[in-house]
């Protein structure tokens, strides 16, 4: 396929070698807005592999959703439009297909997780009609062998009494329940991709171990390649097999997730590793122990500044980081980073 | 409603809302357009006197029916008179009608609302009262009303008010209800403060931006019942031109003269599209809701 | 659920009670002598004591309550004073045309309404949008009867299509009814679509920005069945309770139109009775029409375990 220079995965469970499933590059969505142009996307490569487990990483704000959708093509056009960019995926460009092609897609062989599961389903429709639509849809089955598919995707993740929940609501079910739904009914025909957009950021903690664990179940299962977004770096520890690390719009770092969580390249990556409060054995120890934030905030995506647009928040910048915008190269092996004082950072401790 | 802003003095509120009224009018082209609209109309029917038209009841009998022409703009109805000058003449019964039923809807609903929302004791008899009051059909009660107690412009003005009283009591209940539990008010009624001081100060400015837009309503509202009212034979008396009995005076003669109609009736019609758009530039400049969305 | 039904139908007895007494009251509340107020300005004394004692304005007010009230929950409404007929029997036979045009209305308004509300919600901001709002405002703003003359000049005076007034019984011949109800029913609806279609734009408006809607789009649903499907269901209830509260205005309206078009119904019957103000007949209509409209809004409030599943009765 096209140049993969950018890195070679060796998550662990990861076909290493095989040709990547999805794979976007120079993605730029904008949106036309009274304020100007909001560059909410600028300029994204990433691709990943079937089975392969890609966490992105960043702020609220720094256009991760943004990009899921833009893949999802479920942005309103206007205000969103595609300055550059392709989003190939099986051979053919996202960006040029049409609404009919997308909606084929959609659900099928790509499809998503919403971050609240409580507002992402239909509350006056049962838990049947919804699941089995896209599958009557997209595999033309009857509505009777769609609601025997149903059952199995919600034994696929774990719910109880299948049957009789295909007759439930989304009221009668809890949080956790209902994201176990969620998760069925964007695998219920098997997709090649899953968008999970913070899938457990509305759950609770115990929850939301069970859920990740769900994932990495159905991964193992159906060699499903997930782009794993969120804003938690606990998450993405315990579940991705490489991290792109987004700040305003851009891809600012990415490597596999040992690599990254032990020696990141960027001061931003940093900086979102420090603001995690780590547990430890030592009580005293935890109490002591300070949490950093990041100062500042992040820049306004219509008037960003001219050089590293991280350069107003960071303590490690220059003359030069004011000036010119870093490109994302490699600082180390299959470890790229865009930032022009990586060489001089100090030695990575938390 | 954030608590800051309550913080703030009435005063620097109003001017606070003033502004944001005057702002909308630049981002809302048809609410302007529906203020220019109003001030014409008003202009026209409360300066027709000195416009040196024909007398509006000035009847003329050799000339009836008579299609529009420079003398007689709008023409003539079937006993002669002039249209132009009685339609214009009609307006002023429409606006006094309209701005009267809104001005004392919204007081008594207003006064009614404030007292069944803080005090528990008479809510529940004031709202079965209005509920009953509601399920009458308002235009009904109006003619049952008009046609009691006899035609005339105060009996007609207070026919139509007492149908839209229950639904300003509705609404000023129900942002009573809202505020009564909001932290400031729960904390002023801790501190003391008198029951008609928290009513005043702090619940009422509250009141008023969404009374405002349910009074353009009602205005409307009561500028085409007045018409209806006219229409069945318990309106304004037949002396008085008004839009409505123009035009129920003159549907006999409708396929001989249409303009008998249509021209009572744009002017009409223009009127109520300008109150109505201006409500709604209003309500969106107002609601913090609908401003969000925009 | 049944008890729930009985429930909210006792509940709507005080209300009915309430109106009951209103409506009996306003002729006594009323300035000057009720029984000189219904003969007329040109009665003589005899007249206005004979209408005194056919109306037993004679007995203390609470006995003619009582009695009024024994009658009427025995369905007797009195007697006209004009023609001496029984109003229950007027009423009863004035009622088809009306509840013909009225439900022609409503069927027409919301085949027609829902879907340009829906459409201009999808299309928000865009010219159909405007289109649809501007037709709406217009809708709101043009009485009535403006819109019936107009329709009676371009489809029966100009097209020559429909007959200018009357009504034709539908069983009697069903397409002289068609052609009589098509004029009155789009003149009646206007201002009821006008008011549909705004609470239907707005209410898709909000259910558009949910989540579950963009749910729906990521399986790859076509547009139009995410709007039916998923959303307009969820926009229901508001709007069913709009086309509820609406026919507060039919009922105002068929009164202006019956006139426009001489159909004889309870609207002409109404203007009819105040022209003579035979109160009688005033008292039974309104009482028909309010009782009829609270009913209904009764049924419209039961119909929502139909849209909705989180509510259950």
């Known amino acids: 396929m096209t140049e993969d220079t950018v890195l070679l995965d060796r998550g662990p469970s990861a076909d290493a070698g095989t040709d990547p499933v999805l794979q976007v590059e120079d993605l730029r969505t904008y949106f036309d807005t009274r304020d100007g142009v909001v560059k909410a996307v600028d300029g994204l490569d990433f691709s990943v592999r079937p089975g392969e487990i890609l966490g992105v990483v960043g702020e609220s704000g720094c256009g991760k959703s943004i990009t899921s959708l833009s893949v999802m093509q479920l942005l309103p056009r206007p205000p969103a439009r595609f300055a550059s960019g392709r989003i190939m995926f099986k051979g053919r460009d996202l960006l040029q297909a049409s609404e009919d092609e997308m909606r084929r897609l959609r659900g099928n062989e790509i499809s998503m997780i919403f971050q609240d599961p409580m507002s992402s389903l239909n509350p006056v429709l049962s838990i049947g009609d919804q699941l089995t639509e896209a599958i009557i849809l997209h595999q033309g089955l009857s509505s009777k062998q769609a609601m025997d598919h149903a059952i199995e995707m919600l034994d696929l993740v774990h719910i109880p009494e299948p049957r009789r929940r295909l007759k439930e609501y989304p009221h009668q079910l809890s949080g956790g329940m209902r994201q176990r739904v969620m998760i069925a009914m964007a695998l219920s025909c098997n997709p090649s991709v899953l968008i999970a957009d913070e899938p457990t950021t509305a759950l609770d903690v115990t929850i939301q171990a069970q859920i990740l664990a769900l994932m990495e179940e159905i991964r193992d299962k159906l060699k499903t390649a997930i782009i794993l977004i969120t804003h938690d770096l606990g998450v993405v520890a315990e579940m991705a097999d490489r991290v792109l690390v987004m700040y305003a719009g851009r891809k600012v770092e990415e490597a596999d997730v040992v690599e990254i969580f032990e020696r990141p390249q960027h001061p931003y990556t940093r900086g979102l590793m420090r603001s995690v409060p780590r547990l430890t054995t030592d009580f005293s120890e935890a109490r002591e122990q300070r949490l950093s934030e990041i100062p500042g905030i992040v820049p306004a995506l219509t008037n960003l500044p001219k050089g590293c647009t991280f350069a107003e928040r960071c303590a490690f910048a220059t003359d030069r980081c004011r000036a010119e915008y870093p490109a994302i190269e490699p600082k180390k092996p299959d470890h790229v980073a865009a930032c022009w004082e990586s060489a001089n950072l100090p030695d990575w401790t938390l | ?294 | 659920m049944y008890a729930y039904i009985i429930r909210r139908l006792i509940a709507t007895i005080p209300i009915m009670a309430i109106v009951a007494v209103f409506v009996f009251m306003l002729l006594h509340l009323s300035p000057g002598d009720p029984a000189a107020i219904i003969a007329g300005d040109f009665a003589t004394e005899d007249q206005i004591i004979k209408i005194r004692e056919q109306l037993g304005l004679n007995d203390p007010l609470y006995i003619q309550f009582g009695s009024w009230l024994v009658n009427l929950l025995q369905g007797d409404m009195g007697q006209s004073i004009y023609s001496g007929l029984p109003v229950t029997k007027l009423i009863g036979q004035r009622i088809e045309p009306t509840l013909m045009l009225t439900l022609c209305t409503m069927v027409i308004a919301i085949t027609m309404a829902i879907p340009l509300g829906v459409i201009a919600a999808w299309k928000v901001g865009t010219w159909i949008d405007r289109m649809v709002m501007t037709l709406a405002v217009f809708g709101f703003s043009v009485p009535v009867f403006v819109i019936g003359y107009l329709l009676i000049l371009g489809g029966s005076r100009t097209l020559g299509w429909f007959p200018v007034q009357g009504y034709t019984s539908i069983f009697e011949s069903v397409p002289g009814f068609l052609s009589h109800i098509t004029l009155p029913a789009l003149t009646l609806g206007a201002v009821y679509m006008a008011l549909i279609a705004r609470m239907t734009r707005a209410t898709m408006l909000e259910v558009l920005n949910e989540d579950y809607v963009r749910t729906a789009y990521a399986k790859g649903l076509a547009t139009r069945k995410v709007l039916v499907k998923h959303a307009l269901k969820n926009a229901m209830v508001p709007i069913s309770t709009t086309i509820g509260l609406g026919v507060a205005l039919l009922i105002g309206g068929v009164v202006v139109t019956e006139s426009v078009f001489a159909i004889p119904g309870l609207g002409r019957l109404t203007v009819d009775a105040v022209l003579r103000t035979d109160y009688p007949v005033i008292q039974g209509v309104i009482l028909v029409f309010s009782f009829t409209y609270v009913l209904l809004n009764l049924l419209i409030d039961l119909s929502y375990v139909l849209f909705d599943p989180r509510i259950r009765y």
């Open chain 2, 1 to 294: 409603m954030s608590l800051h802003v309550q913080e703030l003095s009435f005063g620097a509120r109003l001017k606070h809302r003033a502004r944001v009224v005057a702002e909308s009018f630049k981002r809302n082209p048809t609410m302007l357009f529906g203020v220019v609209v109003l001030l014409l109309m008003a202009v026209l029917a409360f300066l027709a006197p000195w416009l040196g038209l024909p007398e509006p009841m000035q009847q003329s009998p050799r000339d009836r029916l008579q299609p529009p022409s420079p003398d007689a703009l709008f023409g003539t109805d079937m006993y002669g008179r002039d249209l132009f000058s009685r339609v214009l003449h009609g307006g002023q019964v429409s606006l006094v009608v309209g701005l009267t039923v809104a001005t004392l809807a919204t007081s008594f609903g207003l006064a009614i609302g404030l007292v069944s929302g803080f005090v528990r004791s008479v809510d529940a008899v004031i709202m079965r009262l209005m509920d009953a009051l509601m399920s009458i059909p308002s235009i009904l009660l109006a003619i049952a009303l008009v046609a009691l107690w006899g035609s005339s412009v105060p009996n007609v003005i207070l026919a139509l008010t007492i149908p839209e009283i229950p639904r300003v009591v509705r609404l000023v209940r129900s942002v009573v209800l809202m505020l009564r539990d909001q932290l400031y008010v729960q904390a002023a009624i801790a501190c003391g403060t008198s029951t008609p001081r928290i009513l005043i100060r702090h619940i009422l400015p509250n009141t008023i931006p969404p009374l405002i837009v349910q009074a353009t309503y009602i205005c409307a509202q009561a500028v085409i019942f007045e018409a209806y009212l006219s229409f069945v034979g318990a309106g304004t008396p037949p002396e008085i031109p008004s839009w409505g009995n123009i035009m129920a005076e003159g549907r006999m003669f409708f396929f001989q003269s249409v303009g008998i109609i249509l021209y009572p009736g744009a002017f009409l019609a223009l009127t109520v599209f300008a109150i109505n758009t201006f409500g709604d530039g209003l309500r969106d400049s107002l609601d913090p809701r609908m401003q969000r969305r925009v």
